[in-house]
């Protein structure tokens, strides 16, 4: 009866062994879980990282590669260079950079859209100081249909005593539009304020 006995609780004994292990697998496995979880969330597993950081070199490499390129033929890195100092320069000209100058280019927008004519670009001069005020020589270009460009013309001297106007001249540019082209001079004082003309 005791070898019946030893040998039912042996295999009994291995289940038991082998439940435990089971356990215990299950319970590390949660313990990781929660440990490493908030990590994984976060990061990604390693590998993933890995992958990514692998992808980012790749990114540059090929980058670096086109920049070799580039740099390879200066001629074109030159033309394109040129050409971005072309846009900039026009961009320049058109876009006033002196406050007094841009204030009045928002006068002249108001005078435009008035007469339904539409300005293409305002063009300030060197300045040139004087004791007590500033002058600066300014080129305004609108276009529109005949109309509307005289209308902007006529409206001009009323627009300030602040500028005083010179030459005027009229293109046909195409269809039923037009472009006048108004130099004029506009005063302003060494504070930045505007002068009287006369």
């Known amino acids: 009866m005791a070898e019946e006995a ?7 004994t291995a289940s038991r062994r082998a439940a435990r292990l089971i356990v215990r697998l299950a319970l590390a496995a949660t313990a990781f879980g929660l440990v490493m979880g908030p990590y994984i969330a976060a990061r990604g597993w390693p590998w993933e990282e890995e992958a990514r950081r692998a992808t980012r070199v790749e990114s540059l490499r090929k980058e670096k590669r086109a920049l070799d390129v580039v740099m390879a033929r200066p001629e074109e890195f030159e033309r394109e260079q040129a050409l971005l100092e072309t846009k900039q320069a026009t961009l320049d000209w058109i876009i006033p950079r002196e406050a007094g100058v841009a204030k009045l280019s928002e006068s002249l927008a108001v005078v435009a859209r008035k007469s339904r004519a539409r300005i293409v670009a305002v063009r300030p001069g060197r300045e040139t100081a004087h004791e007590g005020y500033v002058e600066v020589p300014i080129e305004v270009v609108a276009r529109g249909p ?4 005289s209308r902007f013309t006529q409206a001009l001297p009323r627009l300030s005593r602040l500028l005083a106007l010179g030459t005027v001249t009229f293109d046909a540019i195409g269809g039923e539009d037009f472009e006048v082209s108004v130099k004029a ?3 302003r004082t060494d504070a930045g304020q505007a002068a009287v003309t006369r």
């Open 185 to 187: 001079t506009a005063y």
């Open 6 to 12: 030893a040998q039912l609780s042996a295999p009994l």
């Open 146 to 149: 005949w109309t509307a460009v």
